[in-house]
């Protein structure tokens, strides 16, 4: 039963998932992406730690991680039921942001 629940709870939440193609180096990479997740921090309260060259994100509602690697940044994030509804938005503006700090 208790399976059960988690499943259909899991299965409620809303999963991005997103490769960004980039010309920078590991470290110019990083710096931006690092920017990326100050604001983040300031605007939305999302705290972030790295673990080697993986950004791990996190707030009420969301968790997820941000992976350099060299030429690609993979965001993966898993929302909340609160912020579910919003997927698209949540998407659309984490594309504009990496192209914003990546290119």
């Known amino acids: 039963m208790a399976s059960s629940i988690y499943y ?3 299965s409620l939440m ?9 010309q920078r180096t590991m470290l110019q990479a990083r710096e931006a992406v690092q920017v990326f997740s100050t604001k983040l921090e300031a605007k939305l309260g999302v ?11 996190e707030r009420q ?5 941000m992976a350099l690697t060299e030429g690609v940044v993979e965001v ?5 039921l609160m912020l579910t509804p919003m997927k698209g938005q949540i998407e659309a503006e984490v594309n504009k942001q990496l ?5």
């Open 8 to 10: 259909l709870c899991d």
């Open 99 to 103: 192209t914003r700090c990546l290119g």
């Open 47 to 57: 705290t972030s730690v790295w673990n080697d060259d993986v950004l791990i994100l």
């Open 61 to 65: 509602g969301v968790k997820g991680t």
């Open 14 to 22: 809303a999963n991005i998932h997103v490769l960004h193609p980039h």
């Open 76 to 80: 993966k994030l898993t929302l909340g």
